[in-house]
C-alpha cells in the first residue's frame, strides 16, 4: 500500500451492522490482491474497532 492510500485509509470510518459480523478488513466486498492481508476485528465488544493494517475505524451499529 503506497502512503497516500494508507492516508485515506486512515482517515475512513467505516459503520457496519451486526448482519456483516464476524467484521474483517479488508470487507469482504473489497478487492484484496492490492490490499493488505484480511484480519478478523472484535467490534463487538466495545462498538469500535481500528485496522492494525491500514488504520480504517469500524463503528458497529445498533
Do not use: F
Amino acid at each position: 500500500m503506497n502512503a497516500e492510500a494508507a492516508k485515506q485509509s486512515q482517515q475512513r470510518v467505516i459503520k457496519v451492522s451486526r448482519e456483516q459480523l464476524p467484521l474483517s478488513c479488508p470487507l469482504p466486498e473489497e478487492e484484496v490482491w492490492n490490499l493488505h492481508p484480511r484480519v478478523y476485528l472484535p467490534v463487538e465488544k466495545t462498538g469500535e474497532a481500528v485496522c492494525p493494517y491500514c488504520g480504517a475505524r469500524y463503528i458497529l451499529q445498533d
